[in-house]
């Protein structure tokens, strides 16, 4: 299965609009115009096919966890845990 393969199907999937993938892309600070976009939705024989590339693809994912779950939270260091201060002798 091919990249644009696994994208169109998320798309549909998850009932995505054309606008709503751009912003997710966003979040990982990735943008793409709605043209090239098109490009990945259209069938391999039509002359304005374009092959999504695996970082693209990366991004979206990336992207779609920040959408689905929110950003991630900073990580806190646990109250019992040791500081990370040397030894002043």
Excluded: W
């Amino acid at each position: 299965m091919s990249n644009n393969e696994i994208l169109k199907k998320l798309r549909v999937a998850l009932h995505l609009r054309d606008d709503q993938i751009i912003e997710i892309l966003k979040l990982v600070d990735f943008t793409i115009s709605k043209t090239e976009l098109a490009a990945f939705f259209r069938a391999e024989e039509h002359t304005n096919y374009k092959p999504l590339g695996d970082q693209i693809l990366r991004n979206f994912l990336n992207g779609l966890v920040i959408h689905m779950r929110g950003p991630l939270a900073p990580k806190q260091k646990p109250a019992d845990a040791p500081e990370d201060s040397k030894d002043p002798q």
